[in-house]
């Protein structure tokens, strides 16, 4: 008999946290499913201690290096559940998220995103709840009326939050595998299933997004990634303001990073794509400044970052 949840998690080198992760996922309360861990060619113990932990409900999968996109394709290859849960290997789950997951399902059952809300965690003293715009800050859980305008703040789709039915993959599509290192690669395959599927949330925090400082990509890392180029949405984003404003921000985003980075063909092409009316006078002051000022300032938001102060240009 097939489980109900697949739970794939793409792991490279992450020795310290793979333990932690997997534990949270065996001490669920919801307890039918499976675990495909898919080891994309770690140089470090991490799959020694997935190994050791000599489960029966978790599958290795050994790889080389290929990204997490493809990574997670394989995860959905090897799935037989019927809701994809996607965790990434150094986040964590409270023991009640596979339930509010099939909880969701069973009152949505066309829903093609399930989802449940999470902290961010920078470290044991800055733990921040996230804010989503039109979502009740009480306990609540629905269909999100619009998921564009409610992720401009934080994303209600965070992929260590989500499920998916297995079936929204033959009609959406699977992670696009010329993304790479984190470069938007979930992002683009959440919006083309918002666009095609409703969203369901349940705004109970269930998981626990690790942002602490080892975790994070540097700056210097932009020019070896390939990211999400956003413009196959045309006619959607034409039809739909939210998607348009969504898509702005993420494409100043990645703007910014290239201009840092040195590389001005990159920054060009995405902010040639934005709407200027879509984005922050801040924001636009940022596009204008010289290189090394702008670099003065990220090292300055980084520094702040590390004192606990927290802050975005994007509102």
Excluded at 113 to 123: K, V
């Amino acid at each position: 008999m097939n489980p109900f949840f697949s739970v794939i998690i793409p792991l490279f080198n992450k020795e310290n946290e793979i333990k932690s992760t997997l534990e949270s996922v065996l001490s669920q309360t919801f307890q039918d499913f499976e675990v495909i861990v898919i080891d994309d060619g770690s140089t470090d113990n991490s799959k020694k201690i997935v190994e050791d932990l000599n489960n029966s409900k978790i599958k290795l999968i050994s790889t080389r290096n290929n990204g997490v996109s493809t990574a997670r394709n394989i995860g959905i290859a090897e799935a037989k559940g019927e809701l994809i849960a996607f965790l990434d290997a150094d986040d964590i789950w409270f023991e009640n998220h596979l339930q509010l997951l099939s909880d969701l399902l069973i009152k949505y059952p066309n829903a093609g995103i399930l989802a449940t809300n999470y902290e961010i965690f920078y470290n044991k003293n800055k733990i921040v709840k996230p804010y989503f715009i039109d979502i009740p800050s009480e306990k609540w859980s629905g269909i999100v009326a619009d998921f564009f305008k409610s992720s401009m703040i934080n994303r209600i789709a965070w992929t260590s939050a989500i499920a998916i039915p297995k079936r929204a993959f033959a009609k959406v599509g699977n992670f696009d595998e010329n993304i790479t290192m984190g470069a938007g690669e979930d992002t683009d395959l959440w919006i083309r299933m918002a666009i095609e599927f409703e969203v369901a949330f349940n705004n109970q925090i269930t998981v626990r997004y690790n942002l602490s400082a080892e975790n994070r990509i540097s700056l210097t890392k932009t020019l070896t990634r390939s990211f999400a180029k956003l413009n196959q949405f045309g006619t959607q984003e034409i039809e739909n303001s939210s998607l348009k404003k969504y898509l702005d921000l993420y494409r100043t985003q990645y703007a910014l990073k290239h201009k840092l980075a040195g590389d001005v063909k990159t920054f060009n092409f995405y902010k040639n794509q934005i709407n200027l009316a879509n984005i922050t006078w801040k924001t636009k002051t940022l596009f204008i400044l010289p290189v090394f000022m702008l670099k003065i300032l990220f090292f300055i938001k980084k520094y702040l970052e590390h004192k606990n102060v927290l802050f975005s240009i994007y509102d």
